[in-house]
């Protein structure tokens, strides 16, 4: 699966959007972008996932470029309690592909 | 029920117990896996089962013992754990084969080892 890098920390206004950028320049063209979240000593919350188009559901949007070698998550209008670490996982999907590896991520702390 | 269910929710151990992290889920799902993460670090797969048959050992040491009696419940015994084994213990479970859904996670066993 193909690596990803995003940024360590970021802040937003709560109200505000908050756009998470994510760049997967080695992606294969079978591969998903997949985001997830993890509050604070909780489990991981899966978000959203896309294959070349956006995407939009009812927690965030995915916008992937048109190269797929990046994309950004966008949380419309962020609360406290979207405080968390957001990871951003390049995962190909077909032939019983298990592995899911998570990278750093970005801490996402959103400000009152 | 959307959900995976881990009990306990934590747990203490000494270096000479055994105990067992257990993991339950209804959603049909075949395939069900334990992570470990240590704090500040992101979650590294340890074993994954598929169809209740082990798939993945990412080279786990045996004092792990991973097991999959039915296709809801997925158990993993720990015996003669190290201090440094204390971590967030996490189960998640999909589809088996293939698949493009998003895993479904358990909020976790967090585990001291004294």
């Known amino acids: 699966d193909a690596k990803t890098t995003q940024p360590p920390s970021m802040d937003c206004a709560e109200g505000r959007a908050a756009n998470l950028p994510c760049n997967h320049s080695t992606i294969s063209g079978n591969e998903y972008v997949y985001w997830y979240r993890q509050i604070h000593s909780q489990g991981p919350q899966y978000i959203i996932h896309g294959l070349k188009n956006n995407e939009t559901n009812e927690m965030a949007s995915l916008i992937i470029t048109e190269d797929r070698k990046s994309s950004t998550l966008i949380l419309p209008h962020a609360t406290l309690r979207d405080t968390a670490v957001y990871y951003c996982?390049?995962?190909?999907?077909?032939?019983?592909?298990?592995?899911?590896?998570f990278g750093k991520g970005t801490l996402l702390t959103v400000n009152p | 029920d959307t959900e995976v269910t881990q009990t306990p929710k934590h747990l203490v151990m000494g270096m000479t117990n055994k105990k067992s992290l257990k993991c339950e889920q209804h959603m049909g799902h075949r395939a069900m896996y334990w992570y470990k993460q240590k704090a500040k670090k992101p979650p590294e797969l340890m074993f994954v089962y598929s169809y209740e048959k082990l798939s993945i050992n990412e080279s786990v040491p045996s004092r792990f013992s991973p097991e999959c009696p039915n296709s809801s419940l997925l158990n993993l015994h720990l015996h003669a754990l190290q201090p440094e084994d204390s971590a967030l213990y996490l189960c998640a479970s999909t589809p088996a084969g293939t698949f493009v859904d998003g895993y479904t996670f358990g909020s976790g066993t967090r585990l001291t080892v004294v």
């Open positions: 996982i390049v995962r190909y999907s077909g032939g019983s592909n298990y592995k899911l590896t």
